[in-house]
């Protein structure tokens, strides 16, 4: 069974820096393609990054040189590092796996809230 | 990178009815690379369609999609209660950054 679980979420001041983790399962995360999907509070879906199995990776404009996707393949899990967060950050952040193709999967989802 | 304009903002129709909606992309999209989300209150939103008409599994099939080039539809036959959601459409064109609609909401009438 295919399961992505997010983590890392929680309370963050403006300014301040955040890792989200996605242990995932019943499949190989360096053999997809992988993302991260954003979603602010009432507002909807923004996929802020994601990195193809060949290692390439793309970000939105809004996140791009505060982000940073990342894989750790001997653990099977994807990162999300995130810098210099702002209010504009606060979101539902989803992991993804295949976004777009029929074998796409989504984690629960874990919340990032940017306040001071 | 591509934007992807839903319509309507909101439907509001009653069950046993047909729900079409729209997405328009601000350029051409390979059909391979068009699908359709369904968001439920509370919870992560669920493929319904790739490819631009290819039901995702489990979906039933009063679901379908169609089009090609800039403009694609969602089509539901005949709603069912649980049908009522936030549907998004969103475009994988490679090497490029991935993009959603803004989102359609279906309400019950």
């Known amino acids: 069974e295919v399961k992505l679980v997010e983590s890392g979420g929680g309370l963050i001041q403006p300014g301040g820096s955040l890792r989200l983790s996605c242990a995932a399962s019943?499949?190989?995360?360096?053999?997809?393609?992988m993302s991260w999907v954003r979603q602010a509070p009432g507002r909807g879906l923004e996929c802020v990054s994601l990195i193809y199995n060949t290692g390439t990776t793309y970000y939105a404009d809004s996140v791009r040189g505060r982000f940073a996707i990342s894989r750790d393949n001997p653990k099977n899990t994807l990162y999300l590092q995130m810098n210099s967060l702002t209010v504009d950050d606060t979101a539902t952040y989803y992991c993804?796996?295949?976004?777009?193709?029929?074998?796409?999967?989504w984690g629960q989802g874990t919340l990032v809230t940017v306040s001071s | 990178e591509i934007v992807l304009t839903q319509s309507p903002g909101t439907l509001s129709l009653s069950p046993g009815e047909r729900a079409t909606l729209s997405c328009r992309a601000s350029?051409?999209?390979?059909?391979?690379?068009l699908a359709w989300y369904q968001q439920r209150p509370g919870q992560a939103p669920r493929l319904v369609i790739y490819?631009?008409?290819t039901r995702a599994t489990g979906i039933p099939d009063r679901f379908s999609g169609s089009g090609s080039g800039t403009d694609f539809t969602l089509t539901i036959s005949r709603l069912e209660p649980e049908d009522f959601a936030v549907y998004y459409c969103?475009?994988?064109?490679?090497?490029?950054?991935?993009?959603f609609g803004q989102g359609t909401k279906l309400e019950i009438k």
């Open positions: 019943g499949f190989t995360v360096a053999n997809n393609y």
């Open positions: 350029q051409s999209v390979n059909r391979s690379y």
């Open positions: 490819a631009a008409y």
């Open positions: 993804t796996r295949g976004l777009g193709f029929g074998d796409n999967s």
């Open positions: 969103q475009q994988s064109g490679p090497s490029s950054m991935y993009t």
